[in-house]
């Protein structure tokens, strides 16, 4: 029997249900079930998440200790929530396929974008935009510094609902890829469309160039136990070697700023040419800073730390 552990959300057990689906079609000769846990960031629910004196590893630590004490043996997380540092005896043992990494600005129908205008740009002067990340906040701001930026906590669903029922928001913004792994889609590309969504909500995903996503975004983390050939033989069956360079450069540059999953730092790698391209923007100064460094693949980690350490 081998237990992959996760949290209990909409979100995370979609996710969770993707890998279990992964594991059953390459090992059908192995059991596998999932173990669902709360995590301390699952418990506070009223907590900002921009809040500097969080505990870290809000949405692992339980399951971690779970990974640890052996009633788990694969972790599956979102990997822009998964700490850099990793406790002992514990490592990332394999990356999913990325999916989109976009961000997405969701709002009430109203008028139409135009074709190549800016989703921030399009929002109605002095709008309310609820968030619960410092690196969207930051971004929102520096593009619209006339927009009041406001936390929202909850699932996808709860921020949808939330959105559709509080007059006061006029958006929110959310990942692609976790509306996607949900199955919400948009029709006639931008009204959005699925189970329980409320009606009359459009969705327009946000240019990387205008919005870094987080460290990881859209990325899955396998984690594991070290020195058990087991469950590395499992994980190498799930690991995207593409995916894990990029997230490689991006975990690195991310540590070398400090570590936290909620800083104000934003950072996207991406394979062209056989080179891994690296960029990234910091709001952790007064002033924004951008940067890119471009190099091999098995420069990764040292591809980050050196933009890192530009930006730092």
Do not use: Y
């Not at 043992?93 to 399009?122: E, K, Y």
């Not at 959005?192 to 205008?210: F, H, K, N, R, Y």
């Not at 460290?215 to 058990?228: F, K, P, S, Y």
């Not at 360079?245 to 730092?265: D, I």
């Amino acid at each position: 029997m081998i237990r992959i552990a996760t949290r209990g959300s909409a979100l995370a057990l979609a996710q969770a249900n993707m890998v279990l689906a992964q594991c059953r079609a390459a090992f059908p000769g192995e059991t596998f079930e999932l173990n669902i846990i709360k995590t301390t960031g699952d418990k506070l629910q009223t907590a900002s998440l921009a809040s500097a004196n969080l505990p870290k590893g809000l949405f692992t630590k339980e399951i971690e200790e779970a990974l640890l004490d052996g009633s788990g043996d694969l972790a599956v997380h979102s990997l822009k929530d998964l700490p850099t540092e990793l406790p002992a005896g514990l490592k990332l043992g394999a990356v999913s396929t990325r999916a989109d990494v976009r961000d997405v600005i969701v709002r009430r129908a109203g008028a139409a974008i135009a074709d190549g205008q800016s989703p921030i740009a399009d929002l109605p002067r002095g709008a309310t935009v609820a968030t619960s990340s410092t690196r969207r906040r930051a971004q929102l701001l520096h593009a619209r510094p006339d927009l009041k930026i406001v936390e929202i906590r909850g699932n996808v669903g709860t921020r949808l609902r939330k959105l559709a029922e509080q007059t006061e928001l006029d958006a929110i913004v959310l990942a692609a890829a976790g509306l996607e792994r949900l199955h919400f889609s948009t029709v006639g590309s931008t009204q959005l469309s699925g189970a329980d969504v409320p009606e009359g909500l459009i969705a327009t995903p946000i240019p990387v160039v205008e919005m870094l996503p987080c460290v990881g975004q859209a990325a899955l983390g396998i984690e594991i136990r070290e020195n058990d050939p087991r469950l590395e033989r499992i994980v190498a069956a799930l690991n995207d070697p593409g995916t894990q360079a990029c997230v490689t450069a991006e975990r690195a540059f991310l540590r070398g700023m400090g570590g936290g999953c909620q800083m104000a730092v934003g950072a996207w790698a991406e394979l062209r040419g056989g080179q891994l391209h690296l960029s990234a923007v910091s709001f952790l100064s007064a002033t924004p800073r951008h940067g890119q460094r471009s190099g091999a693949v098995i420069e990764a980690a040292g591809l980050g730390e050196a933009l890192a350490g530009e930006l730092r």
